[in-house]
């Protein structure tokens, strides 16, 4: 409960930090001003300079990525994308027919999303129309929800462009 409470106080005050900040970094020392000085244009409101709207999840054949990286400028390392895959064997193995909370993952570079025998996906990705090529993988792996919205996958993704094309890396060749 201690912990919980001091969780909760971290967060409150960051929460607090950041709404006191005014979100920018124009708060340097107040500029001289004249008489004949000509109003600065008002800020652009939070509407305007706010992330564009969603836009739903990328196209099927769509393997851009958010942070911009190219899986094609990458070389995985397989023995590396091991090491990171140790934190997806909560629910995936790589071994075939096995399936824990996720789906077996021997074999999925090439197969068609949602399906693996014996394994009970959501709609969203049964008939998400995909097809696990290394690029798709790599965005994917980037941030699933986007990919695929309403996946059961609860993992966050992995940011690090390099730590994605290791664990493709290990996927195409486990042994």
């Known amino acids: 409960m201690v912990r919980f409470k001091a969780l909760a106080g971290v967060v409150a005050l960051s929460a607090l930090a950041a709404a006191c900040s005014g979100g920018g970094s124009e708060q340097s020392?107040?500029?001289?001003t004249t008489e004949t000085a000509?109003?600065?244009?008002?800020?652009?409101?939070?509407?305007?300079?706010?992330?564009?709207?969603?836009?739903?999840?990328?196209?099927?054949?769509?393997v851009e990525t958010l942070d911009g990286v190219e899986y094609a400028s990458l070389t995985g390392d397989a023995a590396a994308g091991k090491m990171v895959f140790a934190q997806c064997r909560t629910c995936h193995v790589t071994d075939p027919g096995v399936n824990r909370t996720g789906p077996s993952m021997a074999g999925i570079v090439g197969r068609e999303a949602g399906t693996v025998?014996?394994?009970?996906?959501?709609?969203?990705?049964?008939?998400?129309?995909?097809?696990?090529?290394?690029?798709?993988?790599?965005?994917?792996?980037?941030?699933?929800?986007?990919?695929?919205?309403?996946?059961?996958?609860?993992?966050?993704g992995l940011p690090?462009?390099?730590?994605?094309?290791?664990?493709?890396?290990?996927?195409k060749d486990p042994s």
């Not at 690090?160 to 996927?171: F, N, P, S, T």
Request: hydrophobic share 35%; aromatic share 8%.
């Open 38 to 62: 000509t109003p600065e244009p008002a800020p652009e409101t939070a509407e305007a300079s706010a992330a564009p709207a969603d836009t739903g999840p990328p196209a099927v054949d769509n």
């Open 117 to 156: 025998e014996g394994f009970n996906y959501t709609d969203a990705n049964k008939n998400s129309g995909i097809t696990w090529t290394e690029e798709k993988m790599f965005q994917y792996l980037e941030n699933p929800q986007r990919v695929i919205p309403k996946t059961k996958m609860i993992f966050a």
């Open 29 to 32: 020392a107040p500029a001289e």
């Open 160 to 171: 690090d462009a390099q730590k994605r094309a290791d664990v493709i890396a290990y996927l």
